[in-house]
């Protein structure tokens, strides 16, 4: 495991320097890679907009987590899902890609609805605050996309899961950290 600060990669992600955050994530990729890992992941959703930047030069393959949470969708028969997750991954390729491909379809937050989850996620969840205003905000959200068809939702973002959950979801849950962690355990175990 190896990690750079996370301020070191929100600084060019809020700028929109993908290619910055890709450097990054590089240079992780090669202290992996000389440690012997025989593959890579990354559990931040938001940063995976960087790998096109990442995977001609990484010296490992990397388990893409929008292709474990789509390839969990079909498994679970999902045809429609919901995203959430940070302004920068909501409004990303990161997902659109790998749904498609597939055949799920998906429904973006709104605007507003993107805002409220990136302040939620940054000013309150990861500094360990969890409020009952911030679970309403996302229950909400997901009953709008439950509105528009969407038979699941995908916790788009690591922090997520420590607020919302299948047991206070309106849609069932696609936990992509935890779908992520499963796959990187089962292929490292193949």
Request: with cysteine; glycine share 8%; net charge negative.
């Amino acid at each position: 495991m190896h990690t750079y600060s996370l301020a070191e990669y929100l600084v060019p992600a809020d700028a929109g320097d993908w290619q910055r955050v890709g450097h990054l994530m590089l240079a992780s990729a090669h202290k992996l890679a000389a440690a012997g890992a025989d593959f890579l992941i990354c559990p931040d959703n938001t940063i995976h907009q960087a790998l096109p930047y990442v995977e001609p030069g990484s010296p490992r393959p990397w388990l893409h987590i929008a292709r474990v949470v789509a390839d969990e969708a079909v498994t679970r028969g999902f045809r429609r899902v919901g995203l959430t997750g940070t302004r920068w991954l909501v409004e990303s390729d990161v997902y659109p890609g790998q749904f498609a491909s597939r055949g799920v379809e998906f429904v973006r937050p709104t605007p507003d609805e993107r805002s409220a989850m990136h302040r939620i996620i940054f000013g309150e969840l990861v500094k360990g605050i969890f409020s009952s205003a911030a679970e309403t905000t996302f229950q909400r959200i997901m009953r709008r996309m439950q509105g528009e068809g969407c038979d699941a939702v995908v916790l788009g973002c690591t922090e997520i899961p420590l607020l919302m959950h299948d047991g206070n979801s309106p849609l069932p849950t696609l936990d992509s950290t935890r779908l992520l962690a499963r796959a990187a355990l089962a292929r490292a175990t193949e």
